[in-house]
């Protein structure tokens, strides 16, 4: 039987070229400094994104909570999406590890406006908690890999500024929508005073996000990675791959995104299926299953009898997100899987 994982992009492996180019790395120890293959990537990621230094981590997660905590007082407020991943799926740290208090607010696939935040900004008063921190997701993930209108960051970012609140970008997957828009990285990253970057995902390393901002941010940030057990030592390796995605994996997202599209496009019209194909934007899709026909789970175990795998993201909820490791075939054979149990 085929094998096709669309759960998440998370699931790529390294390649065997990319194998290589980690047997190879140059080593150090990065908690003090001299790890050069780590030291490069951080030069390359902050040229790339136009800021003035980069911090190597392990994880998207560690990347966003190092900057919470960084730009935070313990108590502060920080303003978010009510679906965002720092909301949803970062099991509690910003309130466990750096003491503060997420206020989320309704977005549109994710977008919260420059309006919604002003109105929940705190006055200056010991009544309230103290507005700290604004954060955004570009793309989104559970809005279903949605890209944020530039200008609305442009917008929050002006208000940010006023309100001298730091803007941090959680950036998984900014990748996905530089290459979906065109908009630089470095363009992308201007607004934000920090922005984590993931490998992990669509770029197809097996560990490692980079945080990018001042310098004074990233020594800031440097300090809760050890903190946070994130001062990896000889992790040359890892960053070897990092380089390795930024040489031979970007340029194929678009790829993903292609795929993407055409599942979407295939199964949209089936019975049951409840599919904006505008929300189709980068490499992740987000539909809905009419209930009367069938539930998200027994759709998602069927598909899983024949070798396609999707996550549920709630009782009539799928996710299928392309990555490197799914072909035009895999494609195909999902579409053929969706047709024999949906028609
Ligand atoms: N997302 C994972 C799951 O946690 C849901 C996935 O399969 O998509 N920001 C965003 C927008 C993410 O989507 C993720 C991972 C992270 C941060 C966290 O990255 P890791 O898993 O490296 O901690």
Redesign the pocket.
Known sequence: MKTVDL????LTRPTSAMREAMLAAEVGDDVFGEDPTINRLQERVAELTGKAAALFVT??????QISVNAHTRPGHEVILDENS??FN??SGAAAMLAGVQLHPLPGQLGVITRDQVEAVLRPTDDHYPQSGLICL?N???RAGGTIYPFAEIQAIAELARQQGLPLHL?G??LWNASVATGISLKEYCRPFDSV?L?F??GMGTPVG?VVVGSKAFIQRAHFYRKAYGGGIRQGGILAAACLYALDYHLPLLAEDHRRARSLAEAIAPLPGIRLELDTVQTNIIMFDVDPAKIAADDLVRQLGEHGVHM?TFGPRRIRA?THLDVSDDGIEYAVDIFKKLLR
Do not use: L, M, P, W
């Open positions: 759960r998440s992009d998370t994880s998207g997660t560690q990347g966003n991943h720092i799926y970062e997701e793309t989104h993930n959680d998984a997957r984590s993931c992990s995902k996000s996550f997100v």
